[in-house]
């Protein structure tokens, strides 16, 4: 048996390592990631200190998962989301600024769903619930949302971390 063993060793054909392409595309990738969530953790925080909110933002964005993060004023006009809104969505960060939410729903959307949610932020307490939207080119997605209302002493802002499922 040790004879097959060495034959077999010797018939071998050793390739050279060649992964390294591959290893690094992939760390720089990884590396691009971390980065633009760094960026976008960093957008948040400066609006956690300008408007002074007593929620712990770094906290919520490292526990949680998302794809998209969509951030709204009193009157839930969006006034600031991230890059994977925008590949989300197809909607740019411009076109949304300013409006609300509710642009992203369509014709089957469900209306006891809407008003459910409505109900929920009214609470003024953090809450998931899934809602179909619509992207830019029209195709239809189930969107899981985690709204936190993120208040001073009363809630000025919504935040809604958003993912297709």
Not at 84 to 101: L, N, R
Not at 134 to 151: F, N, R, V, W
């Amino acid at each position: 048996m040790s004879n097959s063993i060495e034959e077999y060793i010797d018939k071998r054909v050793i390739m050279p390592l060649l992964s390294w392409d591959i290893f690094s595309q992939f760390s720089l990738n990884k590396n691009d990631i971390y980065n633009l969530q760094d960026q976008e953790i960093k957008q948040l925080l400066y609006f956690s200190h300008k408007y002074k909110w007593d929620q712990n933002i770094q906290s919520i964005l490292t526990k949680n998962s998302y794809e998209a993060l969509v951030l709204t004023n009193n009157a839930k006009e969006i006034i600031w989301v991230n890059e994977g809104f925008t590949k989300m969505t197809g909607y740019s960060k411009e076109y949304v600024k300013h409006k609300t939410p509710s642009f992203l729903q369509g014709k089957d959307t469900s209306e006891n769903k809407k008003t459910i949610i409505r109900k929920k932020i009214n609470n003024n307490t953090p809450f998931k619930e899934v809602i179909l939207n619509y992207k830019k080119d029209g195709t239809p997605y189930q969107c899981e949302i985690y709204i936190i209302p993120l208040k001073k002493e009363n809630t000025t802002h919504y935040l809604a971390l958003e993912k297709a499922i």
